[in-house]
C-alpha cells in the first residue's frame, strides 16, 4: 500500500457553486501524497448543463485526467450522484477493511433526499427496495450501482434541468424550493453516522472508520467502536476536510479554500488503526 494517502470528496468542479474554476488548483492536494482518492463528486459530469452552457462531460473528464497526470501520484476516483459514471468505483476498503469510504448517496435509498429532484428519483428507487442484502463485495458494488442508476434516469427525467437565461438566480430557486428542503437537509445531516453503520453491517463490513461526503456537512461521529467522518465540500459553505493516512494514523485535516486556492490546513483529529 502507498506510503501516504490523502481522501477528499464534492470538489463539483464544474458547478458555479464551486470554489474550484481551474483544475490547476488542485494540485497542492496531491503535493507529498503516493495516492489520493476523490471520493464521489469530484466533476460536474451530471449536472454541467446547468452551470456551463454545451457543457460537454467527456471533454471535462479528459482534461481532469491530462490535469491529473501531472501530480505524480497514484489516483482513484470514487463515483458520486453528480458524476455516476465518472469510474466503476463505488467504494474502496483500506488497511485491510478498517477503512471504508464511499461518496454517501448509497446511504439513502431516495439518494439525495432534500433535491428539488426528489419526486423522480423515488419513482426510480424502486429498482433499490427490490435488492436483496448480500455479503460479498460484488453485492455491494451492485447495490451502489442501482444508486448511480437510479440518479441518472432521474435526471432524464427532470426537464427543469436546462440551460437557462435566469443563471444563479434561476439555479438558486430550483435548489432551494420547495420551503421544506432546509428541513429535509437538516433531516438527512442527523441521519448519517447511523445510516453510514447499517450500510457497513448490511454487507458483512466491521471498519473503524467510514468516510463519506454528500451531504457538504463536515463533521466527526463517534458510534461505540467506530467512528464515521463526513468530509464537506468545495462549496463556499459550510467547509471542508480532507482525510491523510500513513501508515496505521489516519489524521482528519481541516481544507482552507477560497477562490481557486486550496492548503491543507491543521489536524482536527487524530485515529491509530
Known sequence: MPAKIRIVSDLHVGHKASVIDELRALAPLAEGIDW????????????GDLDIAHYDAS?????????ASKWGCRISII??????????????SLLEGKVFITHGDGLFPDIA?????????????????????????????????????????????DKKYNPTLWGKLKIFLHQTWPPTTPFRILKAWGE?????????KRFGLTPKVIVVGH????????????????????????????????????????????????????????FHI
Open 192 to 200: 448519517v453516522p447511523e445510516r453510514a453503520l447499517s450500510l457497513t
Open 36 to 47: 489520493l482518492i476523490f471520493n464521489g463528486d469530484t466533476l460536474e459530469l451530471k449536472y
Open 113 to 157: 433526499p432534500w433535491s428539488s429532484n426528489i419526486e423522480n428519483l423515488r419513482k426510480h428507487a424502486s429498482i433499490i427496495d427490490a435488492q436483496a442484502t448480500g455479503s460479498t463485495q460484488q453485492d455491494l458494488h451492485d447495490y451502489l450501482q442501482l444508486h448511480k442508476e437510479v440518479t441518472i434516469r432521474a435526471h432524464k427525467d
Open 215 to 270: 451531504t457538504h456537512n463536515p463533521g466527526i461521529w463517534k458510534r461505540g467502536e467506530q467512528t464515521v467522518v463526513n468530509l464537506g465540500s468545495y462549496f463556499p459553505w459550510p467547509g471542508a476536510r480532507c482525510i491523510d493516512i500513513e501508515g496505521n494514523e489516519l489524521r482528519v485535516r481541516k481544507i482552507r479554500k477560497n477562490q481557486n486556492a486550496i492548503e491543507i490546513g491543521r489536524t482536527l483529529a487524530t
Open 59 to 67: 471533454r471535462e473528464k479528459k482534461r481532469f485526467d491530462e490535469e
Open 79 to 92: 463515483t458520486g450522484n453528480h458524476d455516476p459514471e465518472i469510474s466503476d468505483i463505488h467504494s474502496l
